[in-house]
């Protein structure tokens, strides 16, 4: 693991981020005239926190991907790591990086943040068969410490992600309630985070994020998600991409993540990073 990768948590320290002033609103798109995603695509997101599924990648690039991460799974295994644990990989893997700037990616996620948008999070969820992990009900930016909360994630489908192997469900509309409270996971739950929001369907409907390889969706970071344990036989993969506004300030230094993937960053507040030189 790099430097660069070792010094930024998965999970951040939470009383340092609990006692951060952050604006934790919902901002909706006002993106009128969207270049990939239709209308209808940016109201629903608008209105139910996310949009899903959304093509990008035929089967043979996605295949490609796919063996790249096989390869890379297998060599962080080799040196102690996890299914869990290829985060921030794009400070540290050059074709992480690609796929975080990947042009019909980025497209649409302008298409909900507007023209300036950096790209400073990506992270392999990666439930192997019957890996008995879970993801607990919570919120993306309970964890982040950004503000004002103009930030989204994209999931991609590097395997089918179906009901049976614990896709990525959703509690439609809940972006709207603001910041929830939770509670710390306890060991019970094998939740592969630490935060815990009881009783989630009092904000909403489950909708579930069943992808096939190759797709994408978008959740805002406000959106209450999480996954069920793998008990199938089949492998669930998904990379994270995480976006953010320009205009958003990022403490406990996670501005040095960041990059410009489309338009300017006119206060200069993220690094900017450069490609890896790794594969």
């Known amino acids: 693991m790099s430097d660069a990768t070792r010094k930024f948590k998965m999970i951040p320290d939470q009383e340092e981020l609990d006692q951060m002033e952050r604006d ?9 005239s969207p270049k990939i995603l239709s209308n209808e695509q940016v109201e629903h997101f ?16 996605i295949k490609d991907i796919r063996s790249y991460f096989d390869e890379l799974l297998n060599r962080v295994i080799a040196e102690g790591g996890d299914s869990y644990s290829i985060s921030s990989a794009h400070l540290k893997y050059g074709r992480v990086y690609d796929l975080l700037k990947h042009p019909k990616i980025v497209a649409c996620v302008t298409d909900i943040l507007g023209e300036n948008v950096v790209g400073w999070g990506s992270h392999f969820f990666c439930k192997m068969p019957h890996d008995g992990k879970a ?21 991609l489908a590097i395997d089918d992600a179906d009901i ?3 896709c990525m469900k959703f ?25 815990t929001v009881e009783d989630p369907e009092q904000y909403g409907a489950v909708a579930y994020d069943e992808l096939k390889a190759g797709q ?20 669930r993969c998904g990379l994270t991409l995480r976006y953010a506004a320009c205009d958003v300030h990022a403490a406990m230094n996670w501005n040095e993540k960041g990059v410009l993937v489309n338009g ?14 790794n594969d």
């Open 24 to 32: 934790l609103s919902f901002y909706p798109s006002k993106v009128t």
């Open 46 to 61: 608008n209105r139910e926190g996310y949009v899903r599924p959304i093509p990008i990648f035929d089967d043979a690039e």
């Open 164 to 166: 049976e192997n614990a």
């Open 135 to 155: 993801v607990a009900w919570h919120q993306d930016a309970s964890y982040w410490p950004l503000s004002p909360s103009k930030a989204l994630t994209v999931w």
């Open 216 to 235: 994408i969706s978008l959740h805002s970071d406000l959106l209450l998600h999480g996954s069920e344990a793998n008990n199938s036989d089949r492998r």
């Open 264 to 277: 300017q960053d006119a206060s200069g507040h993220w690094a900017n990073r450069e490609r890896p030189q």
């Open 171 to 195: 509690v439609s509309g809940s972006h709207h309630v603001g910041h929830l409270t939770y509670r710390p996971s306890d060991s019970g739950e094998h939740n592969v985070l630490n935060q």
